[in-house]
């Protein structure tokens, strides 16, 4: 995603919240992933202690995610679905942000929050 897609805030707050990870850390999480250069409000020894808990988090999450399929307390087709999801929202996060209309972001947001209900099955 590149910066126009933050005007996907709504989206992008909603998973925000809903994980693991801060803000900061998502922020974080994303510059590494780019390549850019880290958060110029942070000092170095943060930022790298932070960099290391979002590293843990990210192992920790597949490990959990793995284990949760193996206790079947997730559809055994959660991979596969979620794959289709990311899909579909990087084709939305590709689109011009006046080419959506906004109610259809919270449609999508809906969307979202029902599939992964679905798919937790305890």
Do not use: W
Not at 13 to 19: E, L
Not at 98 to 121: G, M, Q
Request: hydrophobic content about 40%; overall charge neutral.
């Amino acid at each position: 995603m590149e910066n126009s897609d933050l005007n996907y805030a709504a989206i992008l707050n909603h998973f925000i919240t809903n994980s693991i990870f801060t803000k900061k850390q998502t922020s974080i999480i994303y510059n590494k992933m780019l390549k850019a250069k880290p958060i110029d409000n942070i000092s170095s020894g943060a930022y790298y202690r932070q960099l290391g808990q979002c590293r843990s988090k990210i192992s920790k999450t597949v490990y959990t995610m793995v284990l949760l399929q193996l206790l079947n307390a997730v559809d055994i087709e959660t991979f596969s679905v979620l794959g289709r999801l990311n899909n579909q929202l990087s084709v939305i996060f590709n689109k011009q942000s006046d080419e959506i209309d906004p109610s259809v972001l919270n449609d999508v947001i809906s969307l979202i929050d029902n599939v992964i209900e679905r798919l937790v099955l305890i």
